[in-house]
Nanobody, 127 residues
Framework: QVQLVESGGGLVQAGGSLRLSCAASGRTFSSYAMGWFRQAPGKEREFVAAISRGGRNTYYADSVKGRFTISRDNAKKTMYLQMNSLKPEDTAVYYC????????????????????WGQGTQVTVSS
């Protein structure tokens, strides 16, 4: 089992930047493909970005492509989401998630496939 804790959320003006972190504990972090998801008030949770076990492969939702960058440091058991050029529509609770997999290059954008979730961190972008 793995435990996930997000941090780095906050209030930022449109056009600004934030860096989210997801710290993992428990089983070997490098055994998991990882992802970021978000949920705005009154909306369903949606995919944001995903990264393979070794960090070689990444995948982004169209809405954040070119503005957000996902990365991971397996030695530190931490995943990151660098968010630039933030927009008010990026306002949401951001969740990190872990998908246990034996495939090293696998990236997963399907919410239902993820095994473990963090508690979320609030990101608010003011106009």
């Amino acid at each position: 089992q793995v435990q996930l804790v997000e941090s780095g959320g906050g209030l930022v003006q449109a056009g600004g930047s934030l860096r989210l972190s997801c710290a993992a504990s428990g089983r070997t972090f490098s055994s998991y493909a990882m992802g970021w998801f978000r949920q705005a008030p009154g909306k369903e949770r949606e995919f944001v970005a995903a990264i393979s076990r070794g960090g070689r492969n990444t995948y982004y939702a169209d809405s954040v492509k070119g503005r957000f960058t996902i990365s991971r440091d397996n030695a530190k058991k931490t995943m990151y989401l660098q968010m630039n050029s933030l927009k008010p529509e990026d306002t949401a609770v951001y969740y990190c998630a872990a998908d246990f997999t034996g495939r090293s290059d696998y990236v997963n954008w399907s919410l239902s496939d993820y095994d473990y979730w963090g508690q979320g961190t609030q990101v608010t972008v003011s106009s």
